[in-house]
């Protein structure tokens, strides 16, 4: 028999993904070229030319029954200590092989470290706006997500709130910082209240609460800024990486969790980790992509498109007159839509081949979001069109 849980899921379809079925339906009909698709968070820049020549070397080179194997429960030993060593000179935390767990992208190592410190029917808090996949990979493990409502001023941490949310029976704060969908990245002040809150909340209730932090989009900040990093700040920090963004590399499902070296049981997580992937299918990620990233730690994919759009972009919203802030990162902006309803906007929008995410589902309504990670050509062509969209829907 079918399971009803996701028989009844059906219905609950992402938003993003129906948007982009859309853009790609009409696509169909007027050539893609034309439709000024704004859904997806899928990067528009190649891998670095490292990764392809590090693939290409391991695949002439080593022996394939050895690098085609699967990698040991605990993801390969080589790979965890080139990341540790990575990120020990990058942010001067004290991480060894023993602390890194590589992982099937971000959304993998979130399921390890949700699972790992927190039992079901424990909650898990995070903050509007979020990524919308927080609540099936929450859900998912059983746990019980609630949202802080969001700072819309600055798209920082609205702490009250937060005093309101925690409870005896939360487990774990999720940040994402540069965050998806508004783009803002945490700032040093904002984080090092945050862990005074999580310090504090964790002596009241007599546990430990833990920080996880999601942060697929670290290497994506704008103005020359290098990133405030979450872990430096608490010392119960779990952090999920990707190498989706970074390397552009979202369909090789690549990442890590790394666990603080000063958090509770520091030296339990990698193993409990290998234990829960025996359960949720996310193990072993591809041994060939865990060696060819350890050899792409020090780089990138050419970034600097996102900011150039992010700035084409930010300077005609708010010449259209948009309340919008500037992101500090990523590739995507969240403006207030023109009229409350932001589903509305956005079915408006589509008469103008614009595909903009209402808010909604971010758990912000009366927002949007755009997602400029594609060619700066296209953003430039798809300027009148919103243009056109304000001033036939919403003439001043
Ligand atoms: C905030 C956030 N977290 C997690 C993920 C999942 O990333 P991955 O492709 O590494 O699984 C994404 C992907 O877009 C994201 O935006």
């Not at 700035?311 to 992101?327: H, I, M, N, S, T």
Request: proline content about 8%; hydrophobic content about 40%.
């Amino acid at each position: 028999m079918i399971t009803n849980q996701y028989l009844q899921s059906l219905a609950d379809k992402s938003v993003i993904r129906t948007l982009s079925e859309w853009s790609t339906a009409r696509g169909a009909e007027i050539g893609y070229d034309n439709v000024f698709d704004y859904s997806l968070g899928n990067p528009s820049v190649p891998c670095p030319p490292q990764f392809t020549a590090a693939l290409e070397r391991l695949l002439q080179t080593q022996e394939p029954v050895a690098l085609h194997g699967y990698s040991p429960s605990q993801s390969l030993p080589s790979v965890r200590a080139a990341v540790a060593e990575n990120l020990r000179r990058r942010f001067g935390i004290p991480y060894t092989a023993a602390h890194i767990f590589m992982t099937c992208g971000a959304a993998g190592a979130l399921a390890h470290a949700l699972r790992c410190v927190a039992a079901p029917g424990q909650e898990v808090i995070t903050f509007a706006p979020y990524f919308p996949e927080y609540k099936p990979y929450v859900e998912g493990a059983g746990l019980v997500l609630k949202v802080v409502p969001p700072r819309t001023a600055d798209f920082q941490i609205d702490f009250d709130a937060l005093e309101r949310q925690l409870t005896p029976n939360t487990a774990a704060i999720l940040v994402n910082t540069p965050n998806n969908p508004s783009g803002a990245a945490y700032s040093a002040a904002t984080l090092t209240r945050l862990a005074g809150v999580l310090a504090a909340a964790s002596q009241k209730w007599g546990h430990i609460i833990f920080l996880i932090s999601d942060e697929p989009y670290r290497e994506i900040l704008f103005g020359g800024k290098t990133v405030d990093y979450v872990a430096k700040f608490y010392p119960h920090t779990l952090t999920c990486y990707s190498f989706s963004k970074s390397l552009s590399l979202p369909g090789e499902r690549i990442g890590y969790l790394a666990a603080n070296p000063a958090c509770e049981m520091a030296d339990k997580i990698v193993p409990i980790c290998a234990q829960i992937s025996r359960g949720i299918g996310h193990n072993c990620p591809a041994s060939s992509i865990q060696l060819a990233v350890a050899e792409c730690l020090e780089q990138t994919s050419d970034l600097t498109v996102y900011e150039k759009n992010m700035e084409l972009l930010y300077a005609k919203l708010v010449a259209l007159g948009f309340r919008v802030q500037k992101p500090g990162g990523t590739f995507y902006i969240f403006p207030q839509s023109p009229e409350p309803d932001a589903v509305a906007f956005s079915e408006k929008a589509k008469k103008y081949d614009l595909a903009l995410v209402p808010g909604d589902s971010f758990g912000c309504p009366g927002y949007f979001r755009m997602a400029y990670c594609i060619s700066t050509e296209k953003v430039q062509r798809s300027l009148p069109a919103l243009e056109k969209l304000m001033h036939t829907e919403y003439p001043r």
